[in-house]
């Protein structure tokens, strides 16, 4: 799949956010990358051999106080993390959207285990 059909996917699945989430994100971009650094893959866990499909790098919103300033969060989906995964174009779209909604998840305060319960 090229970048502007996957990037499509990424903003497509960002349109899709119910208003009322869409509208309290803040403080947040989205970026897509073909690979995890190896410091992302050591930040977010993920065992030798492993896959990371997506990366929430940030100050959840629960954590933020009244007066809070930094430079925006960042959402990064990992391209090819997801084509190895995911193969027909269905596959494919159902999975960058889970995959930006559990790094959104992230972003509003959801713990991995409280994503994982609620099948994000």
Known sequence: ????????????????LPK??????NNVSVTVKDY???FQLWK???????????????VPQTKR?????NIPDKITIFKNSILRVA???????????????????????LTEAELRKSNI
């Open 20 to 25: 009322e989430f869409g509208e309290k994100l």
């Open 1 to 16: 799949m090229d970048d502007k059909r996957f990037n499509k996917l990424v903003a497509d699945a960002l349109d899709s």
């Open 87 to 109: 193969r027909t174009d269905e596959e494919i779209t159902a999975q960058v959207r889970s995959t930006v909604m559990h790094e959104i998840g992230h972003h509003f305060g």
């Open 65 to 69: 106080g009244i007066y809070y300033s």
């Open 36 to 38: 995890p650094k190896p």
């Open 44 to 58: 977010g866990k993920v065992p030798p051999r492993g896959l990371l499909l997506g990366l929430y790098e940030g």
